[in-house]
């Protein structure tokens, strides 16, 4: 079984539609990220949480909402999807102790497209 | 605002050639470097590099650090149709809140032919 798993995998909606993407993870982690993937842009942090009472903004946050349901779930929600919110959405997770905090292990990624 | 650049951004190599990808950094307070391998989907996790001119090795892949000219290098020798891939570099800030962040670079696709 995957580590970290993301549901949907792939999804098409319209440009106004809500729009949530879940992660759950088995790994034991207490931080958790979501990142958006565009070509030639690399990985774009969008929110993390580093436990379940901690919730930050990334670099590109605008649009966009977390909800950290329990340590090993952190959902993503697009509250009106628009069409350059078309990307991959990655989910990834960490460790705490300060040996691993960097090492981020990575979802299989959800395709959105919005129409 | 921490930033990453990598170079080149695309690659086309044959099997057997030695290819190196570059990643050139700017962060308020290092803590590391990292190097992913994105093949299909998910990015793996390859090298952490902390400290300047230790060279990490898995394999046919080695990467170095140089914290003085801001700067790393992955190197990948005997190069084969499965080393196709994306590789990303990102830093990890050290900083306050932005403890533990990473800071993603565009990335350098390779392509190797057989």
């Known amino acids: 079984d995957a580590d970290v798993t993301q549901t949907p995998r792939n999804r098409i909606t319209k440009t106004g539609k809500r729009i949530m993407l879940e992660c759950s993870q088995t790994?034991?982690?207490?931080?958790m990220y979501w990142y958006r993937q565009d070509p030639g842009l690399g990985l774009r942090l969008i929110y993390y949480s580093f436990d379940v009472k901690d919730i930050n903004k990334g670099e590109i946050s605008d649009g966009y909402s977390v909800s950290r349901q329990a340590q090993a779930k952190f959902s993503l929600s697009l509250e009106s999807a628009i069409p350059n919110q078309t990307a991959l959405y990655f989910c990834?997770?960490?460790?705490?102790?300060?040996?691993?905090?960097?090492?981020?292990?990575f979802g299989p990624g959800t395709r959105l497209l919005v129409l | 605002e921490d930033k990453v650049v990598q170079s080149p951004l695309s690659l086309v190599v044959h099997e057997g050639d030695t290819v190196t990808l570059n990643c050139s950094y700017e962060?308020?307070?290092?803590?590391?470097l990292l190097w992913y391998k994105q093949e299909k989907k998910a990015p793996t996790f390859l090298f952490m590099l902390?400290?300047?001119?230790i060279e990490k090795k898995s394999g046919r892949l080695s990467s170095i650090l140089d914290k003085k000219e801001l700067f790393s290098i992955l190197n990948i020798t005997a190069t084969q149709t499965g080393d196709s891939a994306i590789y990303l570099c990102?830093?990890?800030?050290?900083?306050?809140?932005?403890?533990?962040?990473?800071?993603f670079g565009q990335g350098t696709i390779l392509t190797v032919h057989p």
């Open positions: 990102a830093v990890a800030n050290a900083g306050g809140t932005s403890y533990g962040k990473l800071t």
């Open positions: 990834a997770t960490s460790d705490r102790g300060t040996s691993g905090t960097e090492t981020q292990y």
């Open positions: 962060v308020t307070n290092f803590r590391s």
């Open positions: 902390t400290s300047s001119g």
């Open positions: 790994k034991g982690h207490d931080r």
